[in-house]
Structures are given as structure tokens and as C-alpha cells.
């Protein structure tokens, strides 16, 4: 065991600019719609939600965007994240692949959610907004918001899928403790949440919920506040991508090529962070990277989803996106990786899907756990249940090169660190966990 | 805000050696005493409890020892830590003085106990240990130990002061994912926890009776079993210094001299590691630091406590050891730092307080925690309640040196985070707090 196992980049190892994939694609992606009119969203209407510069950012076709001084010195306090070498896994699998995980629970909330949160608070900031309202799953990105606001002195009102709210009481404290409010969604808060409400009192709520309730507070408080998204939208994937340009980087340091890059995806964000610099390099350098988009079996937007335009949201408030949707009105069954439980993808992700820059799989439940305990008890880290998505197709690649007797390097996005779902552990280790909905 | 706020090491920045303060001291540290002869304990009667080789640390006067590369290389899946500038709170206290912080709380577990707990569960695997018993105050240590249990595949057997097992389930649930057993003590699994239990039913427990209750466990499975301490020895202290030593070489970087060092300190450990190589310094180099442990005011060995010959347990199974106690029986309140909830106080820390190298001071609860949400709030880490009291020292001395407008260099160690601690957070931020006691 006494090759290197981490390859830690200084300080001049956190990238200066953020990578566009919109520049590169050889066809280009397909324009938001308006809902009512069919044509292409103008900027000017996207203004109401977004400040200015995030606007500019979703649509921009420009390669490189510079990271101001500001956003990379909170981006300081946790970046460049560890990409380590996963020695001990390796072994436990008998493995001649050489598995590498790039890192980002190191960060303040653990995820890496603050890589967009920090921008977009920022450029709020910058742009005269008071409050953010946002919507979150299993609340990853609630706190990172919720901490980006309070480093730039905004206010943060979440609204917090309900059966996340339920399994994961820390986070909710996490975001007050970072002075947030949240709310339960459906909620009373909003008509839509009150007509989810009144539809089905029970209901434990969605992603496609939460982002209408989290939009109709935007539109009943114009002058003071602006709505943020966690995940799905161009901007947020190219926030994102300071965690594949560091992984670049670091595995020239390994002094190896990966053949095979692998992220969880839900709305997309951490796949996309993570995949777009390889993808960029497939593009221009002619790699042949396998890259592997890694969703729930149970809410297979890629793998069985349609590539067609569609809401983001329940209430059928957003634009109309090309995306791999499951339908705006699907209702994701509650598995634990509440942050995976989006009926739509990204539609740059999905894109890169069609053009066949990359594939997807899907994984059940219980074999994510059984990934997720194997990796923490070898590695040493627990990881996020979304994560542990990743880990699961990491091991199945693994297991291949074991039979094949084949050396493959595989490097993966451990996007977040599980101590806030040791409820869901504990779930899995007295075997409770079903392969989707509720526990026994 | 463009100035550097984190000072980076390579993976050539992580500490070949510990170093040992033994070696320094101008007047010897008194010796452990037999309580049954009085004579100082021989190595045999201590390699009953612990392996030879840190029965050997535990007394060796070798002023540097070599970290064997099995432990350096799962050191480096989160050493060497981060050392933060934090500007953001220097200008919400408006100070011109500069406050850096060591930040412990990126390991697996969130603390710096691994830093221990890895060398304790290396040697004894080299020394053919099957099981490790241990106890645990907050859960810091016990997750500490289970993680390196797993890591180098020993088994693991933790006792959990009652209070932290109740007010602390995920710690428990993240012990567990590591494969460990977790008792509540005082528990019947012991004779001398089932005598307390009989004395008081209701009992919240202390470090003093887990301790106890780890001994005995190792004293009736003699032939598999060691015991394992996470603070207060000499070979603990050691095994912690790779802290300050990394904290000398980050503060070099940022071309700074401190002129005063802080930790918290419960038994003793933190303090010691952030601390040792900085009193090194002070008594090689003629620095004049002033190096400060904080306790909490309700359980406060140092400041209120006498230094004296005192037994490390409740049961008095420990040897005598010379250090600042409140009674072996003193029974502290039921605060949130419940990792700071020992009777006494690391022979070694104690002995640098009487040779005046180090000073003391006490912090009370509802200060410690405006301090945190403070902190949490601008710096954007929610800080571990123990490691919040280093903090409520370091914006007393912030705040001090702008009423003298004096600008001094002020670094604390951030041993962990506290996102196990949110409940606790909560009852503050609702006004349920009390000074100590349970929460309203």
C-alpha cells in the first residue's frame, strides 16, 4: 500500500475559469421553449427569475468563463477537493483495475452543491436581490445554498421535499443553523402547495412540487427576490465543472488516463461537473472515454425516460426543455437518495446522452447499499446514498476487469459524505430497506 | 477579500514523524503510580492494556518517532488538513488582528481523533489484537476507532456515555456502519456498570464509568482483546502532534508568526497535538506564544481542579496519574461538548500548565455557542461544540486586540465539525439552552 493514494493540488490547482460544453457540441442543444407562445425563451424573460449574469451564463456560447476573485475564495475554503486512489477497495475486490474517486464531501455542507450555490449567491449579491427561494430533496442543496447565502448576506427560504424533511431532521437544522428558512413542501405556503394539499393530504412531495412552490414565491415577491436551482440548468452544470477540471489535473499527477468516468445524475449537476471536461476532451482530442451517467432503477429518467420537451416542474410553470423525462407528473417512489428523485434531466446531460458522448444505467436500491457499506468499510468514507450510485457501477466495472482479467482505470464523483443519511445505514444493516418505497 | 485564506501542503507536507514533548520538558513529567505499591508502573503491567509498541511511545523520552507508511498512507485520505485565513469573521469582529484556523473536521469521521486511531489500531494488529474495547464521550472517538477497526480489520467494542448515546443516535448509527458494537453506559454488560446502574438507575454516565467499563471488558477477554484510549496518554498527545507540526509549516506559508495558539481541551488531546509543536518552539527557540486550553466552565479540570495524583476512571482501575482533576467521582453536567466531559486532565497537558508553557481558561456553554452560529455564519463551517469553545477564546482575543487596536496573529485549531451536533444547535437557536443541564 505504499504508492500514493491522494493527489492533492495546491492552491493554484483551483481552476480560473468554468467550462461551457454548449461551445462544443457539435449540434447544438435545443432552445427552452415558452409554454404558451412554443417559441425560444428570451433572456429578458428569464431576467424575472435569474439575475442578469446567470441569464447571460445559461445561454452564453462562449468556451471559458472566468471565476471571479470573490466566488474562488469561498471556493478556497474547501477546494481544490482530494482525488484519492481506492487502494483498499481495490483489493477488497481482488481487482486489476486501478479505482479513483475524486471527493467533494469535504466541503462545509458536504456535497458538492456549494460549487453553484457560492456563484449564484454571489452574482445575487452583485445584482441587488435580498432573498433566494429555492426547493431541495434530500437537502443537500438547501444547505449549500443556505450557507452561500449567509457567507454573501442574503436571505434563504427553502422549501424541502416532504419525505426528505422527514428522514433527514439535521438537514433542516443545518440550513437554520446557517440562519434559512424552510418549509415542508407541498406547503401552505403557496396555492400549489395548498392544491397538492388539498389533492392528497399525505402527500411526501417531489422535486417537481417543490421547484413550482419555490417559483410561485419568486413570482408573489418580484422586487425582492430571485429563484435559484440546484441542478438541471446550463449555468448550474457549468459551475459544476471545477470538480472534472480538477480531476484532469489530478490524474495527470496518478500519472494515468481513466477509460472509464462515472456520476450519480439525478436533475445531473455532479455528473455533468464532473463529466463535461472529459467529454471535452473526447470531443477535441479524440478520447475514447466511457463516461456513465448512474441513475435509480426506480426513477430511470435516461434509461427509461422519453428525449422530448417538457415541464421541470409539476405545476408546469418552467419552460419547456428537451430533456429525458419521465413526465412533469411523475411521482418518484421515496427511495433514500432523495436527491435523485427528479422526474426530468438536465438537458445538457441529456443531450450528451443522444449524441452518444455518453451512456446510462440504472441501480437499484439495495445494491446501492451494499456498495455504499463495502466502500465505507474498506475506504474509510461513508458515502451519500446518490453517491453510493456511482460506487455501485464502479464495483460492477471493477468485477468485469477481475473477469476479463483486463487493467482498466475507472474514476468516479463521491459528490457527498452519508452522515446525514445514517437513518437510511441503519435502514439497510437490519434489513428494513425494500427496493423502493418506504422501510418495513 | 483577494488575499490567500488557505494555505495548502502537498502530500510532502504530511509529518514523517510524531513528535514527542517528553523529550523536552526541563523538569520530568511524574510518573504513572501502581495505586496498589505506590512504585511507578512497570511496561508489563501496561502491555496487559496495550500493545508493546505503545506501551513503548507511552514512555519512550525519543524526542522524534517515525510514522510507519501503513498509517501515513490512510492519513493521507485527509491529511495533511486545511489551514484557513478566516477573513470573513476578522471583519464581522471588525479586529485587526488575523485569525487562522487548523481544520481537523475533513476526516471521514469529522474530527482529528483518527489521527490516533489509526497508529492504536495499526499497532495492534501487528501485535495479533483480535478486538479493540473502548469508550466514547460524544461519539468523536468511538466513530474515530471504528473507523480504523474496519480499515485494518479488527473488531471494535464501544461503551457511549448514556447522555451522547441519546442525545447523539447518528453517531452511534455511523459507528455501526463501520461494523462496530455500541453499548450506552453505564450498561449491563459489566459488573461495574451494572453497580452503577443499581446505584442510580437513571445514571447519564461519564467518560470516568465508560472507561471503567471498556477496562473491565479487556480484563475478561484477556486473550483477544486490548483496550484503547482516544485522549489523555502520552502516546495519544504524540500521535495528535502531526496537527500542530502541519499548522507550523501552513503558518510559514502564510509568512505569518502566531502570537497566540488556542484549542480546546476535554482530556486533553486536540489541545495537546495543535499545541506540542508550538511549545517545542517556545522552549527550543525562545518563542513567547502564549498557548491557551479552553474548558468548558462546567467541568473545569485546569481552572478549578487540583494537580494531583488522581485515578483516570471512576472505578479506580487506571493507574495514579499526576494531573489536574475534579475527582475521580466528580460527576459533570450534562452539557453538549460532551466530549469535554472528563474529570481530569492529560498528564502531560497538566504538567506544561504548571511549568507555565501553556495557560488555561473556562468557557460557559451559552458563550460557546453564540460563538459557533457566529462563526458558522460567516466563516460557513457549523464548528463541533467542543472545538466552538477554542473559537469563543479566539473572538475574545479578536475583540481585545481591537479595543487596544493591536494586531495579533491568533491560530486555533477547528478539531471537528459539528454536524452530529445539530441538535444542539437548535436548542440554542430556540432558547432552550441552559448553561448546563438539559435543555429547557
Redo the contacts between chains.
Keep these: 500500500?505504499?504508492q500514493?493514494?491522494?493527489?492533492?493540488?495546491?492552491?493554484d490547482g483551483l481552476p480560473t475559469h468554468w467550462y461551457n460544453l454548449l461551445s462544443d457540441f457539435t449540434e447544438p442543444l435545443p432552445p427552452p421553449l415558452h409554454p404558451g407562445t412554443g417559441e425560444p425563451i428570451t433572456p429578458d424573460l428569464m431576467e424575472a427569475l435569474l439575475p442578469p449574469t446567470l441569464v447571460e451564463q445559461e445561454m452564453t456560447g462562449e468556451e471559458m468563463i472566468e471565476i471571479p476573485?470573490?466566488v474562488r475564495?469561498?471556493y478556497?475554503?474547501?477546494r481544490?477537493t482530494?482525488l484519492?486512489r481506492a487502494?483498499?477497495l481495490e483489493k477488497a475486490l481482488q481487482t486489476p483495475a486501478h479505482i479513483y474517486y475524486k471527493y467533494e464531501g469535504?466541503s462545509?455542507v458536504?456535497s458538492h452543491k456549494p460549487n453553484t450555490a457560492i456563484p449564484q449567491a454571489y452574482y445575487n449579491k452583485m445584482a441587488g436581490t435580498q432573498r433566494l427561494a429555492t426547493e431541495t430533496g434530500a437537502g443537500q442543496w438547501g444547505s449549500a445554498l443556505a450557507?452561500a447565502c449567509?457567507?454573501f448576506g442574503l436571505e434563504c427560504t427553502v422549501y424541502m421535499v416532504k419525505i426528505s424533511f422527514e428522514q433527514k431532521p439535521?438537514r433542516k437544522?443545518?440550513m437554520?443553523?446557517?440562519?434559512a428558512t424552510i418549509h415542508a413542501s407541498p406547503s401552505d405556503r403557496t396555492e400549489f402547495g395548498r392544491k397538492m394539499l388539498a389533492e392528497d393530504p399525505d402527500s411526501r412531495g417531489s422535486l417537481g412540487i417543490a421547484i413550482s412552490e419555490a417559483l410561485e414565491d419568486r413570482a408573489t415577491h418580484p422586487e425582492t427576490t430571485k429563484y435559484s436551482l440546484g441542478s438541471v440548468l446550463n449555468h448550474v452544470c457549468l459551475h459544476q465543472t471545477v470538480i472534472g477540471q480538477e480531476s484532469i489535473q489530478q490524474m495527470e499527477m496518478a500519472g494515468e488516463e481513466p477509460d472509464i468516468v462515472i456520476g450519480c445524475s439525478g436533475g445531473g449537476s455532479n455528473f455533468a461537473g464532473m463529466a463535461f471536461p472529459f467529454v471535452r476532451k473526447k470531443i477535441k482530442e479524440q478520447k475514447n472515454y466511457r463516461i456513465i451517467a448512474v441513475e435509480p432503477a426506480s426513477c430511470p429518467s435516461m434509461t427509461k425516460g422519453e428525449l422530448r420537451y417538457d415541464f421541470g416542474d409539476t405545476a408546469q410553470t418552467t419552460p419547456l426543455m428537451m430533456m429525458h423525462t419521465l413526465g412533469h407528473d411523475f411521482m418518484p417512489p421515496s427511495i433514500h437518495a432523495g436527491g435523485l428523485r427528479y422526474h426530468g434531466m438536465s438537458p445538457m446531460v441529456s443531450h450528451c446522452l443522444k449524441l452518444g458522448l455518453i451512456e446510462a444505467t440504472a441501480v437499484p436500491q439495495l445494491k446501492v447499499f451494499e456498495a455504499a457499506?463495502q466502500f465505507?468499510?474498506?475506504?474509510?468514507?461513508?458515502p451519500a446514498p446518490e453517491s453510493a450510485h456511482g460506487i455501485a457501477t464502479a464495483i460492477d466495472e471493477a468485477i468485469r476487469c477481475r473477469e476479463e482479467n483486463t487493467k482498466k482505470v475507472i474514476v468516479f464523483n463521491l459528490s457527498g459524505?452519508g452522515?446525514?443519511d445514517?437513518?437510511a445505514?441503519?435502514s439497510y444493516?437490519n434489513g428494513r430497506m425494500q427496493e423502493s418505497g418506504d422501510d418495513a
Tied chains: 1, 2.
Design positions: 500500500m505504499s500514493a493514494i491522494q493527489f492533492p493540488l495546491g492552491a476573485q470573490e475564495d469561498v478556497a475554503l474547501y481544490p482530494p484519492l487502494v483498499r469535504v462545509p458536504g450557507f449567509s457567507i439535521y437544522l443545518l437554520e443553523t446557517y440562519g457499506v465505507a468499510r474498506s475506504e474509510g468514507i461513508v459524505h452522515l446525514f445514517l437513518s445505514y441503519d444493516l
